[in-house]
């Protein structure tokens, strides 16, 4: 296994466009979380999963937002009608329930929206 | 709401000597804290962790210190290496909502 891997590295979009992302986390990993960063500050809290289900999702995420992770596998991000706003880094991490020491992060998809 | 401040943008220290990077944080729900170290274009590294009924935790040349009546803690680097240079955040969790709650990070930089 190779860690956290996210793709695409880089997107960038026009504004207005939709926007997709992925994630495929460690696989015996059981939780799956996104954040987000913006330049200065650190990762925000977005959502995240056990397993398939959705268990909490920040009031950041706007409903031009939505995450799924079918089967508990890998999970996507998708932005809706994108905003210069939503330029930032987009960084998963996965880990097993409880073992909040484990949480590994991926490379992160880097959004510019022009 | 920030509940958990790095109020040090940047450090910059002599190689060889001590790092000290500080953290304060105010919800008193917070029980576990981790250090992560990031480089540009990565994600973040874990780097050490800290549960609340502890005060110190040690590994190798990183030492975590809390001071929970303070709501304090620092991470210690000694001795310090070029290849310690990178951005380094504080993180906090608390039991039941384990989501990670970062600091907005303090950019140490090395000087051979």
């Known amino acids: 296994d190779t860690g956290v891997s996210q793709n695409p590295r880089h997107k960038i979009t026009k504004r207005g466009q939709n926007v997709t992302f992925r994630c495929d986390p460690i696989s015996e990993h059981n939780r799956l979380y996104w954040y987000r960063q913006t330049l200065g500050q650190g990762p925000e809290f977005l959502t995240y999963f056990q397993n398939e289900a959705q268990l909490e999702k920040s009031r950041l995420l706007s409903d031009r937002f939505s995450a799924e992770r079918p089967k508990g596998s890998f999970s996507t991000l998708e932005i809706q009608r994108t905003e210069q706003g939503d330029s930032a880094m987009y960084l998963c991490a996965s880990s097993l329930a409880g073992a909040r020491e484990k949480l590994l992060f991926g490379s992160g998809t880097q959004l510019s929206v022009l | ?112």
């Open chain 2, 1 to 112: 709401d920030q509940q958990v401040k790095q109020n040090s943008p940047s450090l910059s220290v002599q190689e060889g000597r001590i790092s000290i990077l500080n953290c304060d944080y105010t919800n008193s729900m917070f029980d576990y804290f981790l250090w992560y170290k990031k480089y540009p274009a990565e994600g973040p590294t874990f780097l050490i962790s800290i549960s609340s009924i502890k005060d110190k935790n040690e590994d190798g040349r990183f030492t975590v210190f809390l001071n929970k009546s303070a709501k304090h803690l620092s991470l210690h680097i000694v001795p310090s290496q070029p290849g310690d240079s990178a951005v380094y955040f504080c993180a906090a969790s608390a039991r039941g909502n384990e989501k990670l709650t970062f600091g907005t990070g303090t950019r140490l930089t090395i000087i051979p």
